[in-house]
T-cell receptor, first 115, second 112 residues
């Protein structure tokens, strides 16, 4: 089973709203990722969690706040977003064996629209 | 640093072959290939690790030339289902940095 699930599938929010995106995997992967993808562009890395600890933050604005409550769950809290933050937000997970392949499996994404 | 993919777009007839290239200016640990259909998530195709190798399944294969830091994806006898955008994702030799940098993508359209 290589399934990563994400909820919600679609989200429309105003610039003053607070919302959260959720990602879940049950493959025993200990690395989880958030990517942002604009139309016709490649995914851009936002955050990486390894063993529930934040290991990479790609200088993402503080209006995006990640959280990893446990090894299976990854959240992205959104607050005071801008219209240019509208995009497809992808979650991915991978194994963390040293020296081994670290294939990232992507969830279906959340299509976010900020009005 | 973002890998460079070529071509940017290609149109094929069913049954034709295609090659998509991915090159990096830095030493790589691994190259990952994905296909993404419109409105869907990227789907993993294959991974090639440092050491130079070739992999394949069905009519899709890939190679990794470590000396040139280049990878190529080979699609043979293309099918309509091969249509989509192909991304290569690269991971540098800093194995402590567990992250992929994606190329700009190659849009592949297979026509009947």
């Amino acid at each position: 089973d290589t399934e990563v699930t994400q909820t919600p599938k679609h989200l429309v929010m105003g610039m003053t709203n607070k919302k959260s995106l959720k990602c879940e995997q049950h493959m025993g992967h200990r690395a989880m990722y958030w990517y942002k993808q604009k139309a016709k562009k490649p995914p851009e890395l936002m955050f990486v969690y390894s063993y529930e600890k934040l290991s990479i933050n790609e200088s993402v604005p503080s209006r995006f706040s990640p959280e990893c409550p446990n090894s299976s769950l990854l959240n992205l809290h959104l607050h005071a977003l801008q219209p240019e933050d509208s995009a497809l937000y992808l979650c991915a997970s991978s194994q963390t064996r040293a020296g081994g392949p670290d294939t990232q499996y992507f969830g279906p994404g959340t299509r976010l629209t900020v009005l | 640093q973002q890998p460079v993919q070529s071509p940017q777009a290609v149109i094929l007839r069913e049954g034709e072959d295609a090659v998509i290239n991915c090159s990096s200016s830095k030493a790589l640990y691994s190259v990952h290939w994905y296909r993404q259909k419109h409105g869907e998530a990227p789907v993993f195709l294959m991974i090639l690790l440092k050491g130079g190798e070739q992999k394949g399944h069905d009519k899709i294969s890939a190679s990794f030339n470590e000396k040139k830091q280049q990878s190529s994806l080979y699609l043979t006898a293309s099918q309509l289902s091969y249509s989509g955008t192909y991304f290569c994702g690269t991971r540098g030799e800093d194995t402590g940095r567990r992250a992929l940098t994606f190329g700009s993508g190659t849009r592949l359209q297979v026509q009947p």
